[in-house]
């Protein structure tokens, strides 16, 4: 089979879609999941497919944000974002114009992201993307005790996940010979000398403003006594190399900080290469004056001390500074964010996994069915805001479900089902579509009898209903409770809504091929029930909603007994 005439069309427009909804940059799978939903045959020939996807990408990635969506209007309006007029957006930048905006993700590889995390990437990434700038990922790994490349590559599914596509990435243990370099520069200028006084002396005398004797030694004798550093000759917490400071500054973090300290640890990607590693505001420092970078956006946590700290070094170095912007952090009501906590949570054993769904890390909140999409919004949502973000779990909720409600499948769940007679129901044959607003959506069967599944919680409340009472068996039928029995109703549908009573959903108890499921629920308890048997068509990964009950993503299925997690209502 040959690919047809107009595929590259079909591609480019998909292609033009995508990037533009992704701050300019398509991502493959997601094209090719359009052009393939509209042609599935093509799956056999995939690897034409990807490769005719693989070139207009390229093409289309080099455009800019405006141009795509001006040749989107032209040649598919019908993909273009609606109310893109209404459509919020970030507010601008200081210091900031078009073509000269370079912001970096600096994320350190020692634990799994979280949604703060993705928030803070996406802020940096949609500021260079707005104008028209650059944004590098670096990676802050020169702990080689707390790096490790699970991290790193957990990290790099999470950035891709988000649809985050950084022009270039960076791992800071990579360019330690450098960082050497700049570390001398100091040195020779007699800004920098190695100390031998040992963790308590220091904090000591730091804490009374005095400087210690090391710091007389010359230029000459610093510099040998780094090369021993260097060398391997100290073992650690034997010396360091810190910062000619201000030991009467009112900034503690002045005091004659230390820039580099001697560690053996094996390092995941440079093993035992290095015995001397910088630490944290040093290598940031130089790393943001040699890459160029503009703008540095981070949450305010960081605090002001540090940056008096990091523009020092770069006034030592005759480094460029950036405009830095401070934002208040971003909290999930409720959710367990804290490193801590998790940690604890993990040693005793109530989690086992880093996407449990109790988590607000981007593996849980992915695994949750949070789209990409709805990152996005809420960074937009946020911006800039300097105070504290109380994200309520309802608003991530709706934004997400805003996305998810016009295309995902509508099925029946009832959750520990109670089987109930309904005598004098008529025999009948229901026709639902899958999804009732979507055009040409399939459709599925029931066979309705006098038996029936009812949810237990929606028995426990109709069992309160004053007797007589008008209960609808959501798209079937209505009836009443009498005598401590059920009996059809033949009133129509209107006066039914009319009467305000309960509306509840069902399953018919004749049909044997139920499907039996499981939903993780986000406080870790599983919900069970049943399903009406066109669930079995849900694909791993799918995500459904369960009428009445919510949004689920099926994670297993094997055999009869399909495991879902719970997204949101
Ligand atoms: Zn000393």
């Given at each position: ?135 590098y990922l670096r990676f802050e790994d020169t702990n080689p005790e707390l790096s490790k490349k699970e991290y ?374 599983i919900s069970k029930g049943l399903a009406e048997s066109a669930a079995s068509e849900i694909k791993t990964g ?28």
């Amino acid at each position: 089979m040959e690919l047809p005439k107009d595929f590259e069309a079909t591609v480019r427009k998909y292609t033009l879609q995508n990037a533009a909804q992704f701050g300019g940059k398509a991502n493959k799978g997601a094209v090719i999941g359009k052009v393939l939903a509209e042609s599935p045959s093509l799956k056999a020939e995939i690897k034409e497919v990807s490769a005719v996807v693989a070139s207009v990408i390229s093409s289309v990635n080099r455009l800019s944000v405006d141009k795509q969506v001006e040749e989107l209007t032209k040649a598919a309006p019908e993909l273009l974002e609606k109310k893109k007029a209404e459509k919020k957006d970030l507010p601008p930048l200081k210091n900031a114009s078009m073509g000269h905006v370079v912001t970096r993700i600096p994320p350190e590889p020692s634990k799994y992201a979280h949604i703060g995390h993705a928030l803070s990437f996406l802020i940096n990434y949609m500021y260079a993307r707005k104008y028209g700038g650059k944004c590098y990922l670096r990676f802050e790994d020169t702990n080689p005790e707390l790096s490790k490349k699970e991290y790193a590559d957990s990290m790099l599914e999470d950035l891709d996940y988000l649809g985050i596509k950084p022009d270039k990435t960076v791992f800071i243990s990579s360019e330690i010979p450098m960082l050497y370099m700049h570390a001398e520069r100091l040195i020779k200028h007699g800004s920098a000398f190695v100390c031998f006084c040992g963790v308590e002396k220091m904090r000591e005398l730091r804490h009374e403003g005095f400087g210690c004797s090391c710091r007389q030694k010359d230029a000459k004798q610093s510099m040998d006594e780094w090369k021993e550093m260097l060398s391997g000759k100290y073992p650690p917490g034997h010396a360091v190399l810190r910062l000619m400071g201000n030991m009467q500054s009112k900034n503690h973090v002045m005091r004659d900080p230390v820039l580099f300290r001697v560690t053996f640890s094996e390092h995941h990607l440079q093993g035992r290469k290095y015995n001397a590693w910088p630490l944290y505001d040093f290598a940031n420092s130089v790393e943001d004056g040699v890459m160029g970078i503009t703008h540095i956006m981070r949450s305010s946590e960081f605090g002001t001390m540090r940056t008096e700290l990091q523009d020092n070094i770069k006034t030592m170095l005759k480094l460029p500074k950036q405009t830095v912007i401070q934002y208040g952090r971003f909290n999930v009501k409720g959710a367990v964010a804290q490193g801590r906590e998790i940690r604890k949570m993990m040693e005793d054993g109530t989690i086992k996994t880093w996407d449990d769904p109790r988590l607000v890390t981007i593996k849980a909140l992915k695994r949750r069915g949070i789209q990409p999409e709805t990152f996005w919004e809420l960074a937009i949502e946020v911006g800039l805001s300097p105070s504290e973000t109380n994200f309520d779990w309802q608003l991530i909720a709706a934004i997400n479900r805003k996305i998810l409600d016009p295309k995902c499948n509508r099925y029946f769940y009832v959750e520990n089902p109670k089987e109930v007679s309904i005598k004098g129901a008529p025999k009948r044959k229901l026709e639902l579509k899958l999804h009732p607003d979507v055009e040409g959506s399939k459709s599925r069967q029931f066979h309705a009898a006098e038996q029936f599944y009812l949810p237990e919680k929606d028995m426990a409340e109709i069992a309160k209903l004053k007797a007589g009472s008008l209960v609808r068996l959501m798209d079937c039928l209505n009836f009443k409770r009498q005598n401590g029995s059920f009996a059809f109703d033949s009133t129509e549908y209107e006066r039914y809504r009319m009467g305000g009573s309960k509306m509840v959903h069902w399953l018919p108890a004749e049909d044997k091929e139920l499907m039996e499921i499981r939903v993780l629920m986000p406080d870790g308890t599983i919900s069970k029930g049943l399903a009406e048997s066109a669930a079995s068509e849900i694909k791993t990964g799918e995500i459904v909603q369960f009428v009445r009950f919510g949004f689920c993503r099926l994670e297993k299925k094997e055999g009869r007994v399909m495991s879902f997690i719970y997204c949101h209502n």
